[in-house]
């Protein structure tokens, strides 16, 4: 047991740490506790974080102490008690962090002491969020409208139930254990397998089960409330597809397009509401139903905590969501909030005004997985199958959707025009009816063959708007078709948002060819800031998008940036650990005094907060995009991720100095079942080659091996650039070992670039950062002090305590594969697990 008796005891501040990456959780968490952390230090906070995400950037933070532990309620009651922790901060790591939270403080026995205070909302309301019942009857009790909704303990209960309700059905878990989904029910035949998963789902064993409001447009806001009850609105953001296919699958735009401001006035309104009742100091997100014919509005989601949207709406506004949100949760009035120089002294009271358009376009791997001989159901639903999105930032609604596409689906052949044209009349009426992951450019192809907009509009439930929209956008692709590359219709494609490259081939041509004729018309992109006055009041803008206007608003920063490629929208494999590694690269590299410019279009990446760069692009990824801003920046080196490599290639035939993180294009397969993969893992830093440790990988889990490597020679291997290398071999194997022979390693082995989760996952097990390693290398080696470093902390290598598991993924339950899926090569996400020995 312990007490606290100090007032440096009353700043002990716990951050939870959200996890694993996974559907629906892409990153957003850690970055946002990464960003919080530094200001709270300034303001006299002793801070703690505990994760167990091997990707995680707040686990190297120097503003806390990290902790790198499972995340259970046994491991956080130990922190607790360990480290004197005075308050915690659940809502920072999203909805696992309260239900994680709402199991410590239910399981709180008087001897384990004092009970730590939650910062960013009372425990009623924690409790009250694994409540959906109690919830859903304080918002009736309020007079807000939500679905009717009930709770059944088992089948027959719900059997019972179908008789007085007519489908379609919404059934979600009800105190789910973890991520949950809400499943539609549309057949009768799938109404009790649907029920079966749903309740399997719940701590209770209790599903709740409503009725669908399909078709209706789904609103999400995002509001921030201070313990005073001083609220404001960030930002809203409209689906272009109704309910019934998850918002995550659906293109998102904001501001709000078509809905009138009377009505978007009274869902402010209802938002607030929702904020006082929870008593929240902090962001919530309240998600809406709105029936157009009627006029009516549901609640349909409350999530008072930070995820996805609460990373966009910062992002798109530029208002700083995590830094006011970070305060708020200590108490602070919204007028007391601190927040850096670059903002204006009154930022954190102001309700942000948007002059510009963003697009959110979801990311899906079912090509990917296709491509690898695994078919999956691509039919978009109310459970979640993108893996990931994009932004497109624009004036218009045409030219941040073009950019958009590009950014998200650079890749996707089903998103080719080409592809569409081959679809049959009858398969495009069915994916107007049942979409898939090809929707816009699917809309496109419907205009193209002459479906009326009415029509349309009745078959999708689409707004008419977004019709008329793309409608504009195929006269202008026409346009072009049919004229010649002149000046004058180059401009109105360039405001459009079409790419060079897209230009090139409605002209047969070259990329080089349109950009050459764009530099002689005098037709360049011009940067516009990203300001939550809107340019009222004056701010040091960090965050530029690109269009085609007269005011240029961004200055090059000078001839000593460096400018680094993100990994753009989070793909399975490792999108989260490429990121990661990036965001690292930045640190460092600011750390060593360069200016850093970071390109990217990824909101819930922490490449892009303000911090960690000097300047921010929020553009596609693609050559004629990044040499765009080149020629805006001029950087003495572009830092690209190695599967980028057509990228690569274009930027190098290009003259760029081109800096590679090395990197194979795809993550490689896992080794078969009953069979073990093996690495030597070794650092070159350009001149010298380290070898580190041996590890030893099965099927969705790596172990260290306690195995001298010092004397190891691995001169003989030519290396291209410095970075972290393995040399794999395989062997037939049933257990793990713990002892290994190292093989002839000129004819047993294979060299690979080390995949970059491997990487993360050294670092947080080596307590030193490999990535820093790298980049410090190319300044012409390793110091005296780095390889002291290194030494030092290799014999924590070998104690072996520590895996990575990353076989976790409900694939079946998002993507119905026919057939397994490789958890290697396809990984969503992965998790730091203790080995216990015989002796603990």
């Not at 990707?55 to 190297?60: A, D, F, I, K, P």
Request: proline residues 5%; negative net charge; glycine residues 6%.
């Amino acid at each position: 047991m312990y007490k606290r008796t100090t007032e440096e005891q009353q700043k002990r501040v716990l951050f939870l740490g959200a996890g694993e990456t996974d559907f629906g959780m892409q990153g957003e968490n850690d970055a946002a506790i990464y960003q919080a952390l530094p200001i709270l230090k300034k303001q006299g906070y002793e801070l703690f974080v505990v994760e167990d995400n091997p990707y995680s950037l707040s686990l190297e933070s120097a503003f806390a102490k990290t902790i790198v532990a499972t995340l259970t309620v046994q491991n956080i009651k130990a922190i607790i008690k360990e480290n004197a922790i005075d308050s915690v901060v659940p809502a920072f790591a999203g909805v696992r962090g309260i239900r994680l939270w709402q199991q410590v403080l239910s399981e709180w026995r008087e001897e384990d002491g004092d009970k730590p205070k939650t910062l960013g909302m009372p425990e009623s309301t924690v409790s009250l969020m694994a409540d959906q019942t109690a919830l859903y009857d304080r918002l009736i009790d309020a007079g807000l409208s939500m679905p009717e909704a009930t709770i059944v303990k088992s089948q027959d209960e719900a059997n019972q139930i179908l008789r007085d309700l007519e489908l379609p059905l919404l059934v979600r878990a009800h105190n789910p254990a973890q991520a949950t989904t809400r499943r539609i029910v549309k057949r009768l035949d799938d109404f009790e397998e649907v029920v079966g998963r749903v309740l399997e789902q719940s701590l209770t064993k209790e599903a709740v089960i409503s009725k669908a409001i399909n078709g209706l447009k789904e609103v999400s806001l995002l509001v921030l409330r201070d313990s005073f009850g001083n609220c404001l609105q960030v930002g809203a953001s409209e689906d272009m597809d109704p309910i019934g296919i998850h918002t995550s699958d659906s293109l998102s735009v904001a501001p709000v397009l078509t809905i009138s401001d009377q009505v978007l006035q009274k869902m402010r309104t209802q938002a607030f509401l929702v904020a006082n009742i929870l008593k929240v100091q902090g962001p919530v997100h309240v998600q809406l139903a709105f029936d157009e014919k009627t006029g009516d509005m549901y609640v349909i989601k409350v999530s008072p905590y930070l995820n996805q949207l609460t990373n966009r709406m910062a992002l798109l506004t530029g208002y700083p969501v995590m830094l006011v949100s970070a305060q708020l949760a200590m108490g602070k009035r919204i007028d007391e909030v601190v927040l850096p120089d670059s903002y204006h002294e009154k930022t954190a009271m102001l309700e942000p005004v948007m002059d510009h358009i963003v697009v959110k376009l979801p990311v899906f791997s079912f090509g990917d997985l296709e491509a690898a001989g695994v078919k999956v159901n691509r039919q978009l639903s109310s459970i979640q199958k993108s893996v990931g999105s994009a932004l497109g930032f624009g004036r218009t609604f045409i030219e941040a959707m073009e950019k958009a596409i590009r950014a998200a689906h650079f890749n996707n052949r089903s998103f080719s025009p080409k592809y569409m044209k081959n679809i049959t009349d009858d398969e495009l009426i069915q994916q107007l009816i049942h979409p898939q992951d090809n929707r816009v450019l699917l809309l496109i192809e419907a205009l193209r063959r002459g479906y009326e907009v009415d029509e349309l509009a009745e078959l999708t439930k689409i707004d008419e708007f977004y019709f008329y929209q793309l409608g504009h956008l195929l006269e202008i692709e026409q346009k072009i078709l049919n004229a010649r590359p002149t000046s004058t219709v180059l401009a109105e494609a360039k405001k459009s948002g079409l790419s060079d490259g897209l230009l090139a081939r409605f002209w047969q041509t070259d990329f080089q060819a349109i950009r050459n004729l764009a530099k002689e018309a005098g037709i360049i992109p011009t940067y516009k800031a990203l300001e939550p006055s809107a340019g009222e009041f004056p701010e040091k803008a960090r965050q530029f998008f690109a269009t085609f206007e007269e005011e240029n608003e961004s200055a090059p920063l000078c001839d000593e940036s460096v400018l680094l490629i993100g990994s753009g929208a989070f793909r399975m494999g490792d999108g989260a650990a490429a990121g990661y590694m990036v965001n690292v690269a930045l640190s460092e590299l600011r750390a060593m005094g360069y200016k850093t410019i970071i390109m990217n279009n990824n909101a819930a990446d922490a490449t892009l907060l303000p911090h960690l760069s000097n300047k921010q692009y929020l553009e596609p990824l693609e050559v004629s995009d990044v040499m765009a801003v080149v020629d805006q920046e001029h950087p003495r080196a572009i830092l690209v991720p190695g599967n980028r490599r057509k990228l690569i290639a274009a930027l190098q035939n290009l003259g760029q100095n081109v800096i590679v993180l090395p990197k194979d294009k795809h993550q490689p397969n896992g080794p078969e079942d009953g069979q073990s993969e093996f690495a030597l893992n070794f650092f070159y830093d350009g001149k010298n080659a380290y070898p580190l440790v041996v590890t030893e990988h099965q099927n969705g889990e790596i172990r260290l091996i306690d195995e001298d490597v010092s004397d190891v020679d691995l001169d003989e291997f030519e290396l291209r650039s410095p970075g972290m290398y393995q040399l794999i071999w395989r062997r037939e194997s049933g257990e793990w070992s713990e002892h290994v022979d190292l093989p002839n390693f000129a004819v047993d082995t294979w060299l690979r670039p080390m995949p970059y989760g491997q990487i993360a996952f050294l670092s947080k097990v080596l307590g030193l950062s490999l990535v820093r390693l790298v980049i410090r290398s190319w300044q012409g080696g390793l110091k005296p002090e780095d390889l002291e470093a290194l030494v030092a902390h290799m014999p924590q290598l070998k104690e072996g305590e520590y895996a990575m598991v990353s076989d976790r993924t409900d694939f079946d339950l998002h993507l119905k594969p026919e057939g397994e899926i490789d958890s290697t090569r396809f990984e969503m996400g992965a998790k730091i697990v203790r080995l216990l020995k015989e002796d603990d």
